[in-house]
């Protein structure tokens, strides 16, 4: 999941800014002296322009780490440090996890790519017969179902549905364009993918297999498959966001429920031993770890993610592997995904043709200042004129904010004007359900405040204010939901329908729930 600069997309193709006209004439030497003497200071300007807690930064060349440390502290005000193994919720660079245990699967002949999905999980199921039948285990680890990006990710993500009730749920999302056609970013497919492991594998689970074949002989005794038990563990960042008002601590996501998706938490020490791994060609300190094959096979693009030159980046093309992307980046190919939980965006990116790799682990959401670093240093390496990435992305964030904070400060000053209701407030109270989610409770409050809570999220309350007409302004208990309108439907003076949506890094489209 993920905010501003992922909930709220930034368009980098409408603004491309001047470079300096400074060319390093040995760029990796120039990306040395960037670690060196620049570093420290870019990040620290960052963390103040984007108003960031704290930062974890590693980068490995050659096969040695260069550097691999924190910025900044792990809680808001207070002084204890962000380290190298200070850990973070890094969300979707689960994926990569999952993609490989999957590619391994096939190297071992206990599953193939183009098999269909339902030989091994038989109640899987999409929205129409003909894609049901045709969908294979490559499709739903390379975002090519029809879905739109985030599709059902409210109603699945941070809740209590289980896997199987996840799975069971997918027949319902209704898709917006054709089958294998276009690309569209989708958890409960790699989700899916997660749960083919036990099927195929004597009943290992996904969360054991990348423990027992990747973690543990990779080193990362500090990086965990599950969520569970994250905001107890020691030295661990704590999750903010100011996507929709002043910076806001907000409570750690349990995703647990969307392992394969989106549920490791690590560091950057460890994530430096995962860099090293995926460039020396499955190789960890000498040791095969897995062949060389299983990991190409992630990286072989099986779905265009976009084919126009960036006007500010050297790039041309996008592609999605099996829990990877791949671009090319001034003539290099670069590999990377990145990952957003509430609270929380990381970066893990890794360039074989030059022996580079570096992750970012940010615990601050409404932010691109992840995703700038990670440019810099790559500008730095591979020889891009400089451009103050993180200047570039912040103004082309600026009206976005903006945006945000205007109409907040509308909804703000609708409240303000306590109109009255067009009915008494019992009126708008009931159960309501939605084909997906299924029910939600409306109940009064006070004069003019109702409240929702949601079955499947025990622990989010959204409390709705009246504005005007039939709209209240929904306020979400966790502030990474967002503020909102909710619009109530009335037909011949009696409440149908009620509409309400979320921070659309969540999920972009909103929800209509019926009354019943």
């Known amino acids: 999941m993920n905010y501003s600069s992922l909930r709220r997309p930034l368009l980098l193709g409408l603004l491309a800014l001047p470079a300096a006209p400074v060319v390093a004439q040995n760029p990796s030497a120039n990306g040395a002296a960037f670690v060196r003497d620049s570093l420290a200071s870019y990040v620290q300007r960052g963390l103040k322009l984007w108003n960031i807690p704290g930062l974890a930064v590693t980068v490995v060349k050659d096969g040695q780490v260069v550097v691999s440390q924190g910025f900044g502290t792990k809680e808001a005000g207070k002084a204890a440090p962000v380290d190298g193994n200070t850990l973070f919720l890094i969300a979707s660079n689960s994926k990569l996890f999952t993609g490989t245990a999957i590619s391994q699967l096939q190297e071992e002949g206990k599953l193939k790519l183009d098999d269909p999905v339902r030989k091994y999980l038989p109640d899987f199921r999409l929205y129409d017969s003909t894609s049901t039948r045709l969908v294979s285990v490559r499709d739903i680890l390379s975002h090519r179902l029809g879905t739109k990006t985030f599709q059902g ?43 083919i492991i036990p099927v195929v594998n004597s009943g290992q689970t996904w969360e054991s297999w990348v423990q027992q074949r990747l973690l543990t ?48 938490v690590s560091n950057v020490n460890d994530l430096g031993h995962w860099l090293r791994f995926q460039l020396d060609s499955g190789k960890y300190q000498g040791q095969r770890v897995l062949p060389w094959a299983t990991l190409r096979r992630t990286r072989e693009g099986n779905t265009l993610s976009g084919t126009s030159k960036s006007p500010i980046f050297p790039s041309h093309f996008r592609t999605y592997g099996l829990g990877v992307f791949a671009a090319d980046y001034n003539g290099r190919q670069i590999y990377w995904h990145t990952g957003g939980a509430n609270g929380f965006v990381t970066n893990v990116c890794f360039v074989p043709e030059e022996s580079l790799g570096l992750a970012v682990l940010t615990n601050q959401d409404n932010q691109s200042f992840f995703e700038a670093l990670r440019y810099q240093l790559l500008d730095a390496y591979l020889g891009v004129p400089y451009v103050d990435r993180s200047r570039q992305l912040y103004k082309l964030g600026q009206p976005g904010r903006d945006e945000t904070a205007r109409d907040i400060a509308a909804q703000a000053t609708r409240v303000a004007k306590k109109n009255k209701l067009p009915r008494k407030l019992a009126a708008y109270a009931g159960s309501y359900e939605h084909p997906l989610y299924g029910p939600i ?76």
């Open 153 to 195: 990710d409210f109603t699945f993500w941070d809740s209590n549905l289980s896997r199987a009730d996840i799975i069971r749920r997918v027949r319902l999302l209704k898709p917006t364009q054709p089958f294998r056609q276009n690309y569209g970013y989708c958890n409960a497919g790699f989700l899916a993918a997660g749960e």
């Open 217 to 264: 002989p990779l080193g990362m005794s500090n990086t965990y498959p599950l969520t569970t038990g994250a905001a107890q563990r020691p030295n661990v960042a704590l999750p903010y966001t100011n996507a929709f008002g002043p910076l806001t601590r907000v409570p750690f996501d349990e995703v647990d429920n969307f392992g394969p998706a989106a549920s490791m």
């Open 441 to 516: 409770t409306v109940a009064a409050q006070g004069k003019q405040q109702l409240l929702i809570r949601f079955s499947h999220h025990p622990k989010l309350i959204a409390t709705l204010d009246y504005m005007d007409g039939e709209q209240f302004r929904c306020t979400y208990s966790n502030a990474a939901y967002g503020i909102f309108p909710a619009i109530f439907a009335v037909e011949n003076g009696a409440v149908k329908t009620l509409e309400i949506r979320v921070n659309d890094g969540l999920e972009q489209d909103p929800y209509l729930f019926s009354r019943q």
